[in-house]
Each structure stands twice: as C-alpha cells, then as structure tokens.
C-alpha cells in the first residue's frame, strides 16, 4: 500500500528514531508500504519516519539494487563528494551537500539476520541521507545552495 510521505514541519521528521526490536509481520508490511511508495514516488530512498513511523529502518533504490537497511550503523567513512541532492519530504527544493564518497554499514534485513555493505559515490550518498532522517536530519541542515528543482 502506498503510504502518504511526511513533509518538512512535521515532528516525527525530527525525532531520533527507535531501534527495531521485532522482526515480525509489521515490519514487513511497513517494508512493502515503503517499498511501494519509494517505487511510485520514483525517488532513491525513503526512511520510515517519512512514512510517519519513528523506527530505524530505510529503503535504498539505486543503480546497485534494491536494499532495506534495519539498524544500519556506520562501521567507517571515507573521502569526500560534494553534490546536489534531494528529499521527497522536502518537495520541490534541491541543495549541495558534502558526504563521504564511500561508506561501509553494519545492518540487519527483515528477518532480523545481519550483513554489512560498502557503498560508493551516489549510493554511499543515499545511505548517509537516509541515515540521517533516522536521527532528525535533513538534508537542508547541511546543504548549500538550496534551490527550487522540479521533482
Ligand atoms: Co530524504
């Protein structure tokens, strides 16, 4: 089912969100809503807070594939990029924002089993942006640049 994304202004966006702890049904049926709603909205990744629930899960669609990262933790961080990006809770708006080029992240999948991954260039840019949605941030806190951009 798609779900409504939240949009700037919204609290649940600035919240630090909670660990999942239950790997159950409901966490599925949250990761096929955010995987729906991601696909439509044609976006590069969604974080479950953008669908208004305050838990550290996220959805990542990028040129590597498909992924959804629970619990996801920065094992390191490496070099730097700066480039534009943009949120689809912050419609209509794009900004300059420095990441690190290449990222490696501890997590878990939906069965609650553990892996980690190495992102690079625009994918290791999705996984800090949504990332940061799990601890309250966006995009905008760090941007420069901001600019109106078609969505
Ligand atoms: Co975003």
Not at 22 to 48: N, V, W
Not at 72 to 92: A, D, M, Y
Not at 118 to 125: E, H, K, L, N
Request: with cysteine; glycine share 8%.
């Amino acid at each position: 089912m798609i779900r409504k994304i939240i949009q700037v202004g919204d609290p649940v966006l600035r919240k630090k969100c909670d660990p999942v702890t239950r790997f159950d049904q409901e966490l599925c049926t949250l990761l096929d809503d955010m995987k729906e709603t991601l696909i439509a909205a044609d976006g590069a990744g969604l974080a479950a807070p953008q669908v208004g629930v305050s838990v550290r899960a996220v959805a990542i669609n990028v040129e590597e594939g498909y992924f959804e990262l629970i619990n996801p933790i920065f094992v390191w961080q490496k070099g730097e990029q700066r480039g534009p990006e943009g949120c689809l809770s912050v419609r209509g708006k794009a900004g300059d924002v420095l990441r690190p080029s290449k990222v490696k992240v501890l997590f878990q999948d939906r069965k609650g089993d553990r892996y980690s991954l190495v992102a690079r260039d625009f994918f290791a840019r999705a996984v800090c942006h949504e990332i940061d949605h799990l601890d309250g941030i966006l995009y905008t806190d760090k941007a420069t640049n901001i600019r109106a951009a078609e969505d």
